[in-house]
């Protein structure tokens, strides 16, 4: 139980989670996703309640959904795309309503630090007439995570509050309040409500339009838009994190701060146009506010700089957009050093697609740690679209080859290789695979079970059979469900023998059919596990063999000859295996 009038330093997603467990929330459901998996992991903690990561973000909506019509209090999280996923289920229960509350935590990401794309959730939220609430800091999001609950009870629907990276990962002290426990709502069978087929779904149309119209009305009321007037020549309508920019660039001027934008409260824009000569808008990497004010009917004004259609925006960028000054960051230099990213340091993934650069494959590849295969030296991927992807553009690519004319002969002679990762193969590589059995497909398809969701944390998954509480569960064992499946070709494979990964390889080229590799590694994050490290002898041929497979450890001296870091080095010993002139020893070797 939580201590009553106390404070905590706390991150946007934890304060999601807290005001979560303080609403009474009883069951959270999520897939990690940067910017929002540190919700869901920190709702876990809480005593009382019950909190696992779903295989997908459909699943975990449809989870949460048979949850909310049971009468719990439930919570889903995931990242922007994510709700991509999950359309299906969200779009539909935006017509059944709920039961128990059912909250959203969509955590969306302006300037794409992790993401494929810069999508804003506002949109869905358009789409499907959810409501979405926009707090503007931690303490706002406990706030607004608990007033999304009552919501959602109040209006039957559930309620989507978005998040920013920049909020999602900010702290901020905020209040702590005790846990109101909630009884399961009573269930009561009504198949006009919860079962959408045509004619129910017809009248449960005509529900969700009106329940548009009502929170319209409780927007204009409610003290979560409020109108902060100051010099009334310029008046800002604003919302989320932007809204603390604003206030830093624009401390004179009247503010219209939106905490729910969708749908739009009209009159308390209307109020505040009355009040203000100029009337802007000022947002982030979309036009949704801006569009959704004009279409109301208000005329905007034009600030004198245009702000930039895409990436995060800043006070600097704001001041610069009114005219006010410069924004400082067009003076810098470039002085610091470059810092690409790279796979870590005996990452198992790298012999993979060391390999598949000089078997000069084409590799569609997945979202995951392994995109960065992608980048020089590996130069490996030529695509990275979606989760689950991956496979299917593999097999789209040889139906290209196969049915098209005109397919030059270079191209033709390429071994097409999907790539996925073991827990993108449990989200949505299952059923692409199954395309490619089903439609006898042909090509090779690469899975890299590392046993941990890497990128976004090291959390669990079916494959590994880890589970957010770590309740009792069940390991997926891939190369069985391949064979369930009729692939006809399954090797399992050590990723961090170069042997066996080129053996693998070269029978896989020469079976007829579709080949499924299982490459099967530990994370080197997860293991943590360093050996001796190795060395370089002064036999050093200059090939750089083994600089060219990326690791961070490896460099090279003035001359050419490779270096090997022993600070960074953990002793996987690729570099020795790739090595063609066997230069490259253990130290425990002597």
């Not at 449809?62 to 289920?89: F, I, Q, T, W, Y």
């Not at 929170?215 to 919302?239: N, P, T």
């Not at 290209?400 to 073991?422: H, L, Q, T």
């Amino acid at each position: 139980m939580q201590v009553a009038d106390t404070k905590k330093l706390l991150s946007g997603n934890e304060a999601v989670a807290q005001g979560a467990y303080e609403a009474g929330c009883l069951v959270g459901v999520g897939y990690p996703g940067t910017p929002s998996t540190e919700t869901m992991e920190s709702f876990a903690k809480y005593d009382g309640v019950y909190a696992e990561w779903a295989p997908n973000e459909k699943v975990a909506m449809e989870v949460a959904g048979g949850a909310s019509m049971a009468g719990a209090r439930c919570l889903v999280a995931c990242k922007h795309v994510g709700v991509n996923v999950m359309a299906d289920p969200l779009y539909t229960l935006a017509y059944t309503g709920v039961n128990g509350g059912l909250v959203l935590l969509a955590a969306d990401d302006p300037g794409m630090f992790s993401s494929q794309n810069e999508q804003d959730t506002r949109f869905h939220a358009l789409g499907a007439r959810i409501p979405l609430l926009e707090p503007s800091n931690p303490a706002e999001a406990r706030d607004f995570a608990k007033l999304a609950f009552d919501l959602s009870e109040e209006f039957d629907i559930p309620v989507i509050v978005r998040s920013t990276v920049r909020m999602s990962h900010t702290k901020t002290m905020v209040e702590i309040g005790e846990r109101v426990e909630h009884d399961l709502k009573p269930y009561t069978k009504d198949p006009s409500k919860w079962v959408m087929m045509p004619a129910f779904a017809k009248k449960r149309r005509k529900v969700a339009d009106q329940r548009v119209r009502d929170l319209m009305d409780w927007g204009s009321k409610s003290d979560i838009v409020r109108a902060e007037y100051r010099d009334k020549k310029i008046g800002i309508i604003c919302a989320g994190v932007v809204y603390e920019h604003v206030r830093e660039a624009m401390p004179d001027a009247s503010v219209l701060k939106l905490g729910i934008t969708y749908p739009l409260p009209k009159a308390a824009i209307a109020s505040f146009a009355d009040e203000v000569e100029e009337l802007y808008v000022v947002e982030e990497a979309s036009n949704y506010l801006s569009s959704q004010v004009a279409a109301l009917g208000f005329t905007l004004n034009q600030t004198p700089n245009a702000i930039p259609p895409d990436d995060e925006i800043s006070p600097e960028i704001i001041r610069h957009a009114f005219g006010a000054d410069k924004p400082d960051f067009e003076t810098f230099d470039g002085a610091l050093p470059p810092r690409p990213p790279s796979l870590c340091a005996g990452c198992p993934h790298r012999l993979v697609f060391s390999e598949l650069n000089r078997m000069g494959a084409i590799v569609t590849g997945d979202i995951g740690c392994y995109t960065l295969g992608a980048l020089a030296p590996l130069s490996a991927l030529d695509s990275c679209v979606c989760m689950g992807a991956s496979l299917s553009m593999a097999h789209g690519v040889e139906l290209a080859r196969k049915f098209g004319s005109g397919v030059d002969e270079k191209f033709a002679k390429k071994p097409v290789v999907g790539v996925i990762g073991d827990s993108t193969f449990a989200h949505s590589g299952i059923t692409s695979l199954l395309g490619t059995v089903y439609n006898h497909g042909d090509g090779i398809l690469c899975i890299l079970d590392n046993r941990t969701t890497a990128m976004t944390g090291q959390q669990g998954n079916p494959v590994n059979g880890i589970t957010l509480q770590h309740r009792p569960s069940h390991e997926l064992d891939i190369v069985k469900l391949c064979e369930a499946m009729d692939v006809e070709d399954v090797q399992r494979v050590d990723s961090q023998d170069l042997k066996a990964v080129r053996e693998a390889f070269k029978h896989a080229r020469e079976f007829d059919g579709l080949s499924v590799i299982v490459f099967c590694s530990p994370c080197q994050l997860l293991i943590r596990k360093k050996e001796s490290p190795y060395v370089v002898s002064e036999d050093c041929r200059k090939c750089r063999s083994c600089i060219n497979i990326g690791c961070p450890a490896m460099g090279a001296d003035e001359e050419g000859r490779a270096l090997i870091n022993p600070t960074q080095c953990i002793g996987c010993g690729q570099c020795a295996q790739i090595c063609p002139f066997d230069c490259i020893k253990s130290t425990a070797e002597g």
